[in-house]
């Protein structure tokens, strides 16, 4: 079935570092992709959405500038942490889905940020 | 206010024994409903996805159901298994394309 990879599923790094997440598509298209921020024992929260070839759709209350979004082909979207600070700690997860506007099916495997 | 509510919240069973996941929706327009597991540390998997029109769906010994009058659907494991334990999230897909996520259920299966 369709593989979506992310990487790396772990980050620890010291505050003010910037961080890249990859989330790839293994075996299709991409036409889009999610950001998703999970907080310990809570569910998954729409950070923004991303169309390949266009610029990124961010939720409310998600700062544009702190989290980068890249969605330069079909099967790689970034997210970029800038200048990431212990509050930005938490689990991110990708999602993507083969058809345009389309609910994500499938989920990468997370990435747990830690920011000392 | 679109919200999928779950419960119970936390739920422990053994191991061999059956159990049932509710999830509660006001979401409209309505789409489909999905339920995914997910591990600690890991992405969600998607177990069941269902339409409006379907009652029920398997999935091994997942077997989900949607009641879509009174927008509630179940999830029913049967003979759970060690490798059960996980959270359990509802997940629904509004118009235009939405998902409205729930809190999940933690179930932990013991020998």
């Known amino acids: 079935g369709a593989v979506v990879s992310q990487h790396p599923s772990r980050v620890i790094c010291k505050s003010g570092t910037s961080v890249k997440i990859e989330c790839r598509s293994l075996d299709f298209q991409a036409t889009t992709m999610f950001w998703y921020r999970q907080f310990p024992k809570q569910s998954l929260m729409l950070m923004a959405t991303s169309n390949e070839g266009s610029k990124a759709t961010y939720e409310q209350g998600v700062e544009k500038d702190k989290f980068l979004i890249n969605h330069a082909s079909l099967t790689l979207s970034t997210l970029t942490v800038t200048s990431a600070h212990p509050e930005d700690s938490s689990f991110y997860i990708c999602?993507?889905?083969?058809?345009?506007?389309?609910?994500?099916?499938?989920f990468g495997d997370g990435t747990r940020l830690s920011i000392l | 206010k679109n919200q999928v509510e779950q419960s119970p919240q936390s739920l422990i069973i053994l191991e061999g024994k059956n159990c049932t996941l509710q999830c509660n929706y006001t979401v409209s327009p309505f789409s489909n409903l999905r339920w995914y597991k997910q591990d600690t540390g890991r992405g969600p998997v998607s177990l069941t996805i269902m339409t409006f029109s379907e009652n029920t769906k398997s999935n091994g010994r997942y077997t989900a159901t949607l009641d879509a009058d009174t927008k509630q659907s179940s999830l029913h494991i049967t003979a759970s298994q060690l490798s059960d334990s996980a959270s359990y999230i509802c997940?629904?897909?509004?118009?235009?394309?939405?998902?409205?996520f729930g809190t999940g259920t933690r179930l932990q299966v013991f020998p």
């Open positions: 997940v629904v897909s509004a118009n235009p394309d939405k998902l409205i």
């Open positions: 999602s993507a889905s083969a058809r345009q506007g389309h609910q994500p099916q499938h």
